[in-house]
C-alpha cells in the first residue's frame, strides 16, 4: 500500500487503510492532514472546514479507534439534518466495514420502534437532535458508555435553532468524553458550545475545497414579474452538468419546480416538508444524475456533499453571506469549474447588497440575454399558459438598483429610478398601467425588452401606480390583483369583469 504512505503517517489502522485503498485515496485532505493526529490523540478538536472536505473521515477515524464491538453506545455523531445524517452514516459504514460496528440512524419522520431495535446492537449513533431527544426521553438511549460526541455541521444546528436541544444531549453525555465539533463557520454560538462544553481545544482550518479561480460569480437584475422567466431560459440555454437552484422557503421551492415542469424542464424539490422516504429517493436519483435539476432549501441541503454541481442559481438571495457561502461552495470543487448565478429583483436588493459588501470575491454584473417570457403559476392560482417574446439585448445597465459597480461620485451603490414599462397589451381588458395583466389572453404583439431602457421608479409609485405585472386578472386600467412587484394601491382588489378570490391576489413574498 506504498499509494497509502501519507495516511499511514497520519495513524490510521490497517482496517481503515484497506478500505481507503478501496476508494484509490492516496493524498488526505487539508483537513484529515490537520485533525486526524490531534483526534486519534484523544483531542477535543474545532475544525473549520465546508462541506466535501473529507472530515467524515478525520472523525469517523477517532470514533474507531476508541469503539469497541458489543459494548454499547459508544459514539454520538449529532447532525442538523436527516439527509446529512443518512450521508454521514453511509461514509462510517464504509468506512467501517472491516471493523463490524453497527451503527443507527436516528431521525424523525420514520418508525421510532425499528429505530429502537437498531439501537439496542449498536456501538455509533448517527442522529438528529429532536429525534436523538425522544430516545432520551423515551429511555431507549443511554450515554453511560459514551466515548466521543461528534458535531458535524454545528452553525447549522444553531442556525436551525436546535441549540436548546444540543445543550440538553450533550448534558445526557458523560463528563468524561472526547469531543469534536466541525462547522463550516464559527459564529459566536459554536464559541459558545465549546467554551461551555468541551474543555480544552485545539482549533483548526482547512483551506476551502473550492477553487475561487474556477468559480465564476454573476448576478442578472431584472423585474420581478421577469425573474421565472430569466431562470427558465439560462437553465434551458447553459450547457451543464447537476444544477442546484436556492429557494428561501419550502413554497418557492415547489412552486418553481412544479412551473418548470409545466414547461418542459425535469426539475425537482427537496425541503424538510417532504416525507424522508421521498426526500431519500429525490437525492439519489440526484447523486446518480437521473434529476439534473434540484430545487432546494438552505435546510434540506446543508452539509450534504454532492459531486459533479456545475451550476448553483440563487433564485432568492439568502440573508446573510454565511448561506451565500454555503451555497455556492458545491460547485467548483476539485479542479472543476464552477458558475454561481444569481437572478435578483427589488425584494433580493438589501440582501444582495450586504452580501457584496460582505464577499471578498467580486460578484459581476451580466448584460441581460434575449429571452421569451412566460406565464408561471404562483401558489394554487391558474393562469393562462400563454408566452411572450423577450426581445432586444441588455445594454449592460441595471434595471432597478443599480448592483454593477459603485457610484463614481459617492463610491456607493446607486439607486436607479423603478418603474416596469409595458411588456405588451392584455386583450383581458385595456391596462392602462405599465404592468402587464396576466388574466386575459396574450396579444401576439411582443415588446422588445432592454435593461438599459427601463427607468424604474421608487416602490412607493409602485405601490400608488401598480406597477410590474397583474396578476388578478382581466386589467381594467389598474391592478388585475396585487402586483408582482408591490401592493395594488386599491387594497389589492381587481376593478375587473371578474372577481377573484384572496388566494389568487396573495403576493408572492420572500418568506422564510
Known amino acids: 500500500m506504498q499509494s497509502l504512505e501519507k495516511f499511514e503517517k497520519l495513524g490510521l489502522k490497517e482496517n481503515l487503510l484497506k478500505v481507503l485503498a478501496e476508494l484509490k485515496f492516496t493524498n488526505p485532505t487539508d483537513i484529515q492532514e490537520k485533525s486526524i493526529p490531534l483526534v486519534l490523540e484523544g483531542k477535543n478538536v474545532i475544525g473549520s472546514a465546508s462541506t466535501g472536505s473529507g472530515k467524515t473521515l478525520a472523525f469517523g477515524a477517532g470514533i474507531f479507534n476508541i469503539t469497541q464491538i458489543g459494548k454499547g453506545v459508544q459514539a454520538l455523531v449529532l447532525v442538523p439534518t436527516r439527509e446529512l445524517c443518512e450521508q454521514d452514516a453511509k461514509s462510517l459504514k464504509f468506512f467501517s466495514k472491516n471493523y463490524g460496528f453497527n451503527i443507527a440512524e436516528v431521525y424523525g419522520g420514520v418508525s421510532l420502534e425499528n429505530q429502537v431495535r437498531k439501537i439496542k446492537i449498536s456501538e455509533i449513533v448517527v442522529g438528529t437532535p429532536g429525534r436523538i431527544l425522544d430516545h432520551l426521553r423515551r429511555g ?3 450515554f453511560e458508555r459514551l466515548k466521543i460526541l461528534v458535531l458535524d455541521e454545528a452553525d447549522r444546528m444553531v442556525d436551525m435553532g436546535f441549540l436548546p436541544d ?5 448534558q445526557a453525555c458523560p463528563k468524561e468524553r472526547q469531543n469534536l465539533m466541525f462547522s463550516a463557520t464559527i459564529s459566536q454560538d459554536v464559541e459558545y458550545i465549546a467554551r461551555k462544553y468541551m474543555g480544552k481545544t485545539v482549533n483548526i482550518s482547512a483551506e476551502s475545497n473550492v477553487d475561487p479561480s474556477k468559480l465564476e460569480q454573476i448576478f442578472y437584475d431584472v423585474p420581478t414579474s421577469v425573474k421565472f422567466s430569466l431562470l427558465f431560459h439560462l437553465l434551458k440555454e447553459e450547457k451543464s452538468d447537476l444544477v442546484m437552484v436556492f429557494c428561501n422557503t419550502r413554497r418557492n421551492a415547489d412552486t418553481i419546480a412544479n412551473n418548470l415542469k409545466r414547461f418542459g424542464l425535469e426539475a425537482v424539490a427537496i425541503h424538510g416538508g417532504l416525507a ?6 429525490i437525492m439519489e436519483n440526484f447523486h446518480s444524475s437521473k ?11 446543508r452539509g450534504l456533499d454532492i459531486k459533479g454541481v456545475s451550476h448553483v442559481y440563487n433564485y432568492d438571495i439568502p440573508p446573510s453571506i454565511q448561506e451565500y457561502i454555503h451555497r455556492i461552495g458545491r460547485t467548483a470543487r476539485a479542479g472543476k469549474d464552477g458558475k454561481a448565478v444569481n437572478i435578483i429583483s427589488k425584494n433580493d436588493y438589501m440582501n444582495f447588497q450586504n452580501i457584496r459588501e460582505d464577499s471578498k470575491t467580486e460578484i459581476k454584473q451580466k448584460e441581460l440575454p434575449e429571452f421569451e417570457t412566460v406565464n408561471p403559476r404562483f401558489s394554487q392560482d391558474k393562469y393562462s399558459d400563454s408566452r411572450r417574446s423577450f426581445g432586444g439585448r441588455s445594454s449592460g445597465r441595471s434595471g432597478g438598483r443599480s448592483f454593477g459597480g459603485r457610484d463614481r461620485e459617492t463610491g456607493r451603490f446607486s439607486r436607479g429610478r423603478d418603474s416596469d414599462r409595458s411588456y405588451g397589451r392584455s386583450s383581458g381588458g385595456r391596462d392602462r398601467g405599465t404592468g402587464r395583466s396576466f388574466g386575459g389572453r396574450s396579444d401576439s404583439r411582443s415588446s422588445r425588452y432592454s435593461s438599459g431602457s427601463r427607468d424604474y421608479k421608487d416602490s412607493r409609485d409602485e405601490r400608488s401606480h401598480s406597477r410590474g405585472r397583474s396578476f388578478g386578472g382581466r386589467s381594467s386600467g389598474r391592478s388585475g390583483g396585487r402586483s408582482f412587484g408591490g401592493r395594488d394601491s386599491s387594497g389589492g382588489r381587481s376593478d375587473s369583469r371578474r372577481s377573484h378570490t384572496k388566494s389568487n391576489v396573495r403576493r408572492y413574498r420572500n418568506e422564510r
Open 140 to 142: 431507549s438511549l443511554n
Open 166 to 170: 444540543v445543550e440538553k444531549i450533550i
Open 276 to 281: 424522508q422516504n421521498k426526500r431519500s429517493n
Open 291 to 301: 434529476t439534473k435539476i434540484l430545487i432546494c432549501t438552505d435546510v434540506a441541503a
